[in-house]
């Protein structure tokens, strides 16, 4: 079983960054890859980055390229999400989860997910 547990969100102005942080426990280590997602209210949970937590290679959504940068600290087993440029279309509920299988860009392919937190970029 694998615990996340989501921090860094806010409000912000556009324009503007923060850095997201999901602590991770049990045996999230051993998972392939880690991912984030972000669900805008009466909107479907959408793909934004992954990461395959040894090699650490990496993949974006087409929305946040050059903008967000996803990345592991694997002595802490933490995954950060680092957004720049933040635009108010980036505002939702933004989740990690670990993966399990298949393609990144699906949440069906993850089966343990974070409670969530809040990004709200104010134009």
């Known amino acids: 079983q694998v615990q996340l547990v989501e921090s860094g969100g806010g409000l912000v102005q556009a324009g503007g960054s923060l850095r997201l942080s999901c602590a991770a426990s049990?045996?999230?280590?051993?998972?392939?890859?880690m991912g984030w997602f972000r669900q805008a209210p009466e909107k479907d949970r959408e793909f934004v980055a992954a990461?395959?937590?040894?090699?650490?290679?990496?993949t974006y959504a087409d929305s946040v390229k050059g903008r967000f940068t996803i990345s592991r600290d694997n002595a802490k087993n933490t995954l950060y999400l680092q957004m720049n440029t933040l635009k108010p279309e980036d505002t939702a509920v933004y989740y990690c989860?670990?993966?399990?299988?298949?393609?990144?860009?699906?949440?069906?392919?993850?089966?343990?997910w974070g409670q969530g937190t809040q990004v709200t970029v104010s134009s």
């Open positions: 049990g045996r999230a280590f051993s998972r392939y890859a």
């Open positions: 989860a670990a993966h399990k299988s298949g393609n990144f860009n699906y949440p069906n392919s993850y089966d343990n």
């Open positions: 990461i395959v937590w040894r090699s650490g290679t990496t």
